[in-house]
């Protein structure tokens, strides 16, 4: 029977023996959680994007690409493939399926190198709508921000327009989380996005008590009037 210094030695010897795949493939599944699955909301890849695709111990299959007008990349030894409208993690998922046929179990990780557009889009019911400038992906509060702020505080649905044309109604309510912490990752504005703010139903309270006034002042005038031609 081994000792435990015994056992050790040898668990470190099995170690070592491991495949170099093995020893890599956590360190690649964190790397793709992190780039690749992150909210439900994920950024959706549109041409002129710049995306980095990751073959572990396949150099021959990693490389950067810049997707083409028509939406698609040239890849090495399977040809064109169509990779606008999807998320990271979904071509993640194609890529391992087709590149299944030439890697045994690929593990297969994508990041986005560079946004083809840097700018968001705010309109609507806010101080300063207009285009604006980012860097990276911003939450809707960040962008409420930077236009100023909304008109009525009191609006209770924001949209969110993506730039493949999918639209998502926000309530105001539910950008905040409990305790009055807000959940700065569940909406989030990524390039090429449009936050519109529907204008909501506006009581000029100073017009009416002007005309009110006005009103008033007529009647007065009338009654005095009347009062005179007697």
């Known amino acids: 029977m081994l000792s435990d210094s015994g056992a050790r030695v040898a668990r470190v010897i099995s170690i070592q ?30 041409p002129g994007d710049v995306i980095s695709i990751s073959v572990v111990e396949h150099p021959e299959f990693s490389g950067r690409h810049k997707i083409r007008p028509d939406g698609r990349i040239n ?67 960040k962008a409420i921000a930077m236009c100023g702020g909304v008109v009525n505080p009191k609006v209770k649905i924001i949209k969110i327009i993506r730039a493949d044309g999918t639209i998502m109604s926000v309530e105001t309510k539910s950008i905040w989380g409990a305790e009055g912490k807000r959940d700065s990752k569940k909406y989030v ?22 005309v009110l006034g006005i009103i008033s002042i007529s009647l007065q005038i009338l009654i005095y009037s009347s009062s005179l031609s007697k």
Do not use: R
Not at 24 to 38: D, R, S
Not at 96 to 101: A, C, I, R
């Open 189 to 210: 504005l990524y390039p090429g996005d449009t936050m519109y703010v529907p204008e909501s139903f506006h009581i000029d309270w100073g017009a009416i008590a002007t």
């Open 75 to 141: 890849y090495p030894v399977i040809g064109e493939i169509d990779v606008a409208s999807l998320t990271c993690a979904q071509l993640v998922k194609i890529m391992q399926g087709k590149l299944s046929s030439y890697v045994n179990n690929p593990v297969v990780a994508i990041s986005i190198e560079d946004y083809y557009s840097n700018k968001i889009f705010i309109i609507g019911d806010v101080h300063a709508a207009g285009q604006y400038q980012i860097f990276e992906p911003v939450d809707i509060i």
């Open 17 to 46: 023996k491991l495949p170099m795949k093995l020893l890599l493939l956590p360190l690649f599944l964190l790397f793709l959680t992190t780039f690749c699955f992150g909210d439900a909301e994920e950024y959706i890849l549109q």
